[in-house]
């Protein structure tokens, strides 16, 4: 075998396909069913990614009030349709069932977490924002009024658009907060 030319090489190995082609074991005849398309009668909707502030696009599928797939949108300049590995696990995180759905309290002290409704939760956050706010405000420094208050933050996220990043601003500064960041400069 040592001696064989390129020529030869060549007529045997398309000589060698063309006899697997010719055996009968090859080509099988298809026996599946066409399934339903499982993105039928779903209602389609925008959104943005929720890890990163590139705010790439997705096209969460929706049907009987259920998401049912999640994927990027091409439309979207950010990626095109494209993801990264954390945003290509979003439909996971939906359906996980370790997903906290509702709001979960520990009291000082205790061990135990207990469910609270959204409505008991939102009156004790802000009575906390306004018990904290009203016990750190300053007033004046040297005689110069600063009307601030140093024991709150503003935290922004790569989910909030542009409008809402502006609207929690005025917000956070209505308050006297100071403090504002952004997770895309963290």
Request: with cysteine; hydrophobic share 35%.
């Amino acid at each position: 075998m040592g001696n064989i030319k390129r020529r030869d090489f060549l007529k045997l190995t398309f000589a060698g396909a063309a006899a697997m082609v010719m055996d009968g074991n090859i080509a099988v005849p298809a026996r599946a069913s066409v399934k339903p398309f499982k993105l039928k009668d779903t209602k389609v909707s925008p959104s943005i990614c929720i890890y990163c502030g590139v705010g790439c696009g997705l096209l969460v599928y929706a049907k009987d009030g259920k998401v049912v797939n999640i994927e990027g949108d091409p439309d979207n300049p950010n990626n095109e349709g494209g993801l990264c590995a954390k945003g290509a696990t979003s439909y996971s995180v939906y359906v996980n069932p370790l997903r906290l759905k509702k709001p979960m309290y520990r009291a000082p002290g205790s061990d135990k977490w207990e469910e609270k409704s959204w409505d008991w939760t939102i009156n004790e956050v802000a009575k906390r924002i306004l018990k904290t706010r009203n016990s750190t405000f300053v007033k004046e420094v040297g005689g110069v009024p600063v009307n601030r208050t140093e024991g709150l933050v503003q935290l922004g996220g790569a989910s909030h658009d542009t409008d809402e990043c502006y609207l929690l601003s005025k917000f956070a500064r209505s308050l006297g907060i100071v403090y504002l960041e952004h997770q895309a400069r963290i």
